[in-house]
């Protein structure tokens, strides 16, 4: 098992930056890609970026250029810059992680709110 926990998130004007947490622990020596996603009230949950434990990134268009993944292997953390966030950023994030073996795992999710 892997316990995923977010932190970061909160209420930010437009333009303001933000920095996301994910702090894995458990069995995470067969974490292969982290991730984020967020789900907006009333909107499917999205991809937002992942990053592989290689540090390949890969990221949804309408964030390319404002957000940025990372990981610290070492601290088995994963975080996402967000700058220049827009009110249609507004939503829950969730901290994603997928094993080897093809298990998903999931964080609680952290609100984050983009007021104009």
């Known amino acids: 098992q892997v316990q995923l926990v977010e932190s970061g998130g909160g209420l930010v004007q437009a333009g303001e930056s933000l920095r996301l947490s994910c702090a894995a622990s458990g069995s995470i020596l067969g974490i292969n890609t982290m991730g984020w996603y967020r789900q907006a009230p009333g909107k499917q949950r999205e991809l937002v970026a992942t990053i592989t434990r290689g540090g390949t990134t890969n990221y949804a268009d309408s964030v390319k250029g404002r957000f940025t993944i990372s990981r610290d292997n070492a601290k088995n953390t994963v975080y996402l810059q967000m700058n220049s966030p827009k009110p249609e950023d507004t939503a829950v994030y969730y901290c994603?992680?997928?094993?080897?073996?093809?298990?998903?795992?999931w964080g609680q999710g952290t609100q984050v709110t983009v007021s104009s």
């Open positions: 994603n992680a997928f094993s080897l073996l093809g298990n998903a795992y």
